[in-house]
T-cell receptor
């Protein structure tokens, strides 16, 4: 079974702190994604990566950065956390770059609260 | 403009009844894929079913089927014989183009509640 893990289920941080959210997948997937989920807004794409050291901005990249130094790990970084970044963060991965049918596999999510 | 529209924020269904969750999409790309995911209260996103734009038949996976009407750009999820465990958020998503690199775009979701 594909496994996507996220470093924390719940996280509480203070405004201005630097926050790292880690995501690891164990199936040698090429593509990895970070979404945030807010009530009534669905899932919105923050950043994605289709190869090591590659990154692409999604729909809402402001206030975030990412790092992908190894294929299995994709980190989301909040350089200076703000209260409007309180949200559920979901990491996902998918297998084959050329396959349109390829589904995304999701981690359990990290619920981040910024005070 | 929204690419994926789910017009039902919440729905109720009686146990053992069938229910249809609506999804319309907007794309000019002839090649695309449509996905449905379930998100129970635990938070994890579970893939349910996929329909490709060139697929001739509606997709089915167990109790889940997809009512794909290409001309109307709709891809409604049908759950037959609802169970209490079907209570969850349901998301429709689309990938445009032929490459799997393209991220999925999600709708805002529908919260389904199954009543005993």
């Amino acid at each position: 079974d594909v496994k996507v893990t996220q470093s924390s289920r719940y996280l509480v941080k203070r405004t201005g702190e630097k926050v790292f959210l880690e995501c690891v997948q164990d199936m040698d997937h090429e593509n990895m994604f970070w979404y945030r989920q807010d009530p009534g807004l669905g899932l919105r794409l923050i950043y994605f990566s289709y190869d090591v050291k590659m990154k692409e901005k999604g729909d809402i990249p402001e206030g975030y950065s990412v790092s992908r130094e190894k294929k299995e790990r994709f980190s989301l970084i909040l350089e200076s956390a703000s209260t409007n970044q309180t949200s559920m963060y979901l990491c996902a991965s998918s297998l084959t770059p050329g396959m349109r049918t390829d589904t995304q596999y999701f981690g359990p999510g990290t619920r981040l609260t910024v005070l | 403009a929204q690419k994926i529209t789910q017009t039902q924020p919440g729905m109720f269904v009686q146990e053992k009844e069938a229910v249809t969750l609506d999804c319309t999409y907007d794309t000019s790309d002839p090649s695309y894929g449509l996905f449905w995911y379930k998100q129970p209260s635990s938070g994890e996103m579970i893939f349910l079913i996929y329909q490709g734009s060139y697929d001739q038949q509606n997709a089915t996976e167990g109790r889940y089927s997809l009512n794909f009407q290409k001309a109307r750009k709709s891809a409604n999820l049908v759950i037959s014989a609802s169970q209490l465990g079907d209570s969850a958020m349901y998301f429709c998503a689309m990938r445009e183009g032929k490459s799997g690199n393209t991220p999925l775009v999600f709708g805002k979701g529908t919260r389904l509640s199954v009543i005993a």
